[in-house]
C-alpha cells in the first residue's frame, strides 16, 4: 500500500471540487493511504515581489516535508508521462517504502529553492491548469496508476 501526501497551496472553496476530491480519496483507500495537507497561500498584489511570495510559500512547505520521503513537484515543465508510465513511476518509487509527496504551488508556481528538496518534477500535462483543478487531476490520476498497477478495468 502507498503512502502519499499532497502539499497544496490553497483551499478548495468550490464544492465541486472538495466532493470530486472526497470521491478520489475514498476510491483510493484501498490502495493507498493519501493525505492531503492545504497550506495557505501568502496574499499579495500586482506589485509584490513575486519572488519574494513564492520564497514564503516554499518556506511554509518545507515546513511539512518528511525528512525521507520521495518528493515530486507539479510543475508545467516537469517531465510528462502518460497514465501508464506514471503508474510504472509510481510502482517504482512507491515501492521503496517512503511515503511520496506531491507538492502543488500556489497560482504563481513554485519557487526555486524547492528542487534541492525534491526528487522528481513532473508535468500533468503541457496545458496549464487552475492549481485546484490540478490538485484534482493528479488524485484522479493516482487512482488510475493504482488500478492500471491492480490489473482493473478503469483504465481502459
Not at 488510475?144 to 490489473?151: D, F, P, Y
Amino acid at each position: 500500500m502507498f503512502k502519499i501526501k499532497i502539499i497544496a497551496l490553497g483551499k478548495f472553496k468550490e464544492k465541486a471540487f472538495l466532493e470530486l476530491e472526497r470521491e478520489y480519496l475514498k476510491r483510493l483507500n484501498i490502495y493507498a493511504k493519501v493525505k492531503a495537507v492545504e497550506l495557505p497561500e501568502v496574499p499579495y498584489r500586482a506589485n509584490d515581489d513575486l519572488d519574494r511570495v513564492k520564497e514564503k510559500e516554499a518556506e511554509k512547505i518545507i515546513r511539512q516535508l518528511p525528512e525521507d520521503g520521495i518528493i515530486i513537484l507539479l510543475e508545467e515543465k516537469g517531465n510528462l508521462r502518460n497514465s501508464v508510465e506514471f503508474a510504472q513511476f509510481l510502482h517504482r518509487t512507491g515501492g521503496l517504502g517512503k511515503e511520496l509527496v506531491f507538492i502543488i504551488g500556489s497560482g504563481i508556481g513554485l519557487h526555486p529553492v524547492l528542487k534541492q528538496y525534491s526528487n522528481y518534477s513532473i508535468s500533468l500535462s503541457p496545458l496549464t491548469f487552475p492549481h485546484n483543478f490540478a490538485r484534482i487531476l493528479l488524485e484522479e490520476q493516482i487512482y488510475r496508476a493504482c488500478t492500471i498497477l491492480a490489473g482493473k478495468e478503469y483504465h481502459k
